[in-house]
């Protein structure tokens, strides 16, 4: 018989978690912190996400502080779904039971102390910059009573810059682990203890400088992932069991509702259009060059642009579900996947620098024996050693540009599932591309005007076609004005001009009632034919967006302009 387990789930922000190094300091920080279920990292956006049995949430979180990682504050409660406890999967068949998120999120107490230990924004970076190098002219232009001075600024500037990572490194130490801030701290307190402040102040300064070049990159690659999100507003006009229109949270939209968009603004639910017609631009979500015409019954997207007319939607997913909302997942889920390179660093580093620790040791150990230098001298250079062989810029470089590069690929329409996925396009030979028989840049061009009844006299069907493609904005009808302006036709005056938005535009020419619509419009308006319907077939085969002018009682000309 199963059991229903409930774990407490909290997601806390963590200011200075920006690799994949300081991920496996936290991992070990709570390897032996009992209770832990379930460790999520997202390190673009410097989040956590914790599910844990009950009761111990503030033990996590003590843990967390201990390692030099504060949590800043809460994201968000967690939805409650269901979560397999680690080495599970979820699919192991056993009776792990359901887990639900039953607790409500424990919010990380800002104070003093955490601002203080938190990674050095840019302001604290440039103090400490300014100090070190007071103290570096101090130890160089002043006279020996005066030194003092010297090293209460370098004191000053360690503490601004380096407080974090002092805290980190010790911990680090305390656990026999040796990475990148521990490194740091045995070579600045090592340069404190032989005299060396001025050194140690402005190692210490220029670190925490690297550090927050390195947070500035994962923020830039962080925003891409928020310019996505800010493609689908936050409300929606619902509509109300009694008919009447107000406004709402996308969020908390059922399913089924109906939403009401407006000219110029975007889609906040997918859904499917109850009344009205429009053209929509699905550029983001569907990679389509050309605005769609949409009416009732098509599909649309949240995060699309409504261009010409209002619509009445009917919503199908609520506002996680979206396809907009799955784009971002999956290239958030993509940012976690460790690209070959990044595994191959990490591994790296984790050899490299118990090595040099190594070699540094043997340089002070050694170097007098072997070179004939002094103790001091000797240790200076394993902390000389210590800092210039730190593998810190190659362990940070690698993680902030796959995220950097899969965040705006995404921003500009390409989804990469992945680093790994990433590093393979290098191996490309050749790139086969499969989109409606064409690859565009979404600029349509007239290539083709063609007569479809021969009594009509060409002259005045080209004057109506570019009269009344010239009063619309639509880009088909914009590139057939432009195309027949080109050919020399001059357009005549158009009276009574109409837009039907998602259906065409009409207006009178020269006395005659005439319309510039699509295949589909035509059909709906009793004008298309099994003839009509063959002939065009050829034209869209290849590509081309038709276009058709037709009067009351027929269609009378096409024009073909396949997208550039």
Known sequence: MSTTRTFDSVTWRIPNMDCAAEESEIRHALRDVAGVQRLAFRLGARELAVDALPGTLPAIEAALKTAGFAPAGTVGSPAAEAVAPTGCGGGCGAS????????????????????????????????????????????????????????????????LAGLSTYIKGFNALRRGRLNISALMTVAVTGAFLIGEWPEAAMVMALYALAEWLEARAV???????????????????????????????????????????????????????TAGRSAIDQAPVTGESLPVDKAEGDTVYAGTLNQTGVLEVRVTAGARDTQLARIIHAVEQAQSERAPTQAFIDRFASVYTPAVFVLALAVALLGPWLAGWNWLTAIYKALVLLVIACPCAL???????????????????????????????????????????????????????????????????????????????????????????????????????????????????????????SQRAAEALGLGSAALTERLAAHQAQGRSVSLLASDTAVLACSLSPTR
């Not at 955490?114 to 910059?129: C, D, F, H």
């Not at 190098?133 to 000053?156: H, I, K, T, Y």
């Not at 393979?424 to 349509?444: F, N, Q, S, W, Y």
């Open 96 to 159: 792990c039971g359901s887990v639900t998120n039953a607790a409500p999120p424990v919010e990380a107490k800002s104070s003093a102390w955490q601002a203080l230990t938190l990674a050095p924004g840019l302001g604290r970076t440039v103090l400490a910059l300014v100090l070190a190098l007071g103290a570096e002219l101090f130890n160089a232009f002043a006279p020996e009573s005066m030194q003092w001075l010297g090293m209460a600024l370098a004191v000053a500037a360690v503490a």
């Open 219 to 273: 923020d830039r690659a962080r925003g891409a992932i928020g310019g996505l999100l800010e493609m689908a507003p936050d409300t929606v006009e619902q509509r109300d069991a009694h008919g009447h229109w107000h406004a709402a949270k996308a969020a908390e939209v059922p399913l089924g509702a109906v939403i009401r968009v407006k000219p110029g603004t975007r889609l906040a639910l997918d859904g499917v259009v």
């Open 395 to 517: 362990v940070i470089a690698t993680p902030v540009t796959i995220v950097s590069a899969l965040a705006n690929a995404a921003r500009r329409g390409v989804l990469v599932k992945g680093g790994v996925y990433l590093e393979e396009a290098r191996r490309l030979k050749a790139v086969a591309l499969d989109k409606t028989g064409t690859l565009t840049l979404g600029k349509p061009v007239l290539v083709a005007h063609e007569l479809l009844l021969n009594e009509e006299l060409p002259a005045l069907v080209l004057s109506a076609t570019a009269a009344l493609s010239s009063h619309s904005a639509h880009p088909v009808s914009q590139a057939i004005a432009q195309g027949l302006a080109g050919q020399g036709v001059a357009a005549g005056s158009v009276e009574h001009f109409v837009d039907q938005p998602g259906h065409g535009v009409e207006g009178v020419v020269d006395g005659q009632r005439l319309r510039l619509i």
